[in-house]
């Protein structure tokens, strides 16, 4: 199995930039599809991004399309998301997760698609 471990979350003001980090260790992280999801306070986890594990197929909600860019760096067993033009409606606390299937065009964006889930980090927008 794969333990995952986020940071870089923080404060930021509408219209700034953060990078999530997430820090895969156990097994090969390159074997597993990735994603990320957030959770705001009273609403349910929602799919930010997916990427394959060869990092060559991404897909990203709506609401993060343009402005959020997921990666990864399999040699670093590390999973990126890069956050542009921040608003204040993507405070949330973000998750990095992993799937054991790879990734998958049906299923990609599914809560439950994910084996493995780090603990989140908080990323807060000020208006």
């Known amino acids: 199995q794969v333990q995952l471990v986020e940071s870089g979350g923080g404060l930021v003001q509408a219209g700034g930039s953060l990078r999530l980090s997430c820090a895969a260790s156990?097994?090969?992280?390159?074997?597993?599809?990735a994603g990320w999801f957030r959770q705001a306070p009273g609403k349910e986890r929602e799919f930010v991004a997916a990427i394959s594990r060869s990092g060559g197929i991404t897909s990203y909600a709506d609401s993060v399309k343009g402005r959020f860019t997921i990666s990864r760096d399999n040699a670093k067993n590390t999973l990126y998301l890069q956050m542009n033009s921040l608003k204040p409606e993507d405070t949330a606390v973000y998750y990095c997760a992993a799937n054991k299937a790879g990734y998958n065009n049906v299923y990609y964006s599914m809560v439950q698609y994910y084996d493995y889930w780090g603990q989140g980090t908080q990323v807060t927008v000020s208006s």
């Open positions: 156990g097994r090969t992280f390159s074997t597993y599809g």
